[in-house]
């Protein structure tokens, strides 16, 4: 395994233009950055916000996508979780040695990457390799839901251990733990509270 490990580090340093040398944890930062690059360039841009080429260009840069990346110690297993007991739609994995998104996971060495979403929010899953990488970070996650008490029952009902239902004036929710220690939270807020215009 350490052997097949250090020959897909040192494939993906080549792919990616690195000193021989590099760390892993240059090598995990440039393949998510190449990832993000990937996403964007794939996302549609609204020409319509586009300012003058002589003013400030900083709004038209974005496209208004964000990835958000779990790191996990475990990414089949944090797949079966997202999927299977919180309802996420699972997109792939990531083969870095064939350089292609799959479905289904055949290698004998354990997934690295994998994109699963919640309507149109895309999200990735990425094993943990650091103890950088290890550390839970100071995120928390809102999902919105169309109906968080029917949601709340159906994770029950998959064999998740959510909180309690708690009603807040901006929104009723609950909290879930994954494996790794991410705290998610999933919320419906009131009518009334979706009414005002908060721009």
């Known amino acids: ?27 995990a930062l440039m393949v998510l950055l190449a990832t993000a690059i990937a996403t964007c360039r794939s996302a549609p841009v609204d020409t319509a916000t586009r300012t003058p080429a ?12 964000l990835l ?18 919180l309802g996420f739609e699972f997109h792939h994995y990531w083969d870095y040695e064939a ?23 895309v999200f990735a899953l990425h094993l943990a390799r650091s103890a950088y990488e290890r550390r839970v970070g100071g995120m928390i996650h809102y999902f919105r839901v169309e109906n968080v008490d029917a949601h709340h029952r159906l994770v029950k009902k998959r064999g ?26 999933f919320q419906t807020p009131p009518q009334s509270w979706l009414d005002r215009d908060f721009n």
Do not use: C
């Not at 251990?161 to 998610?184: A, K, N, Q, Y």
């Open 54 to 65: 002589t003013g400030d260009s900083s709004r038209s840069a974005f496209t208004g996508e």
């Open 99 to 121: 350089n292609e998104p799959v479905v289904q996971w055949n290698s004998q060495e354990p997934p690295m990457y994998a994109r699963l979403s919640a309507a149109d929010q």
């Open 68 to 85: 958000p990346v779990f790191f996990v110690s475990d990414v089949r297993a944090s797949v079966v979780f997202y999927k299977d007991v």
């Open 160 to 185: 998740g251990e959510p909180s309690e239902l708690v009603d807040r004036s901006w929104m009723r929710m609950f909290s879930i733990v994954d494996p790794d220690g991410h705290r998610l939270f």
């Open 1 to 27: 395994m350490v052997k097949d490990t250090w020959k897909m580090n040192v494939i993906t340093r080549r792919r990616l233009g690195l000193r021989k040398h590099a760390s892993v944890g240059d090598v």
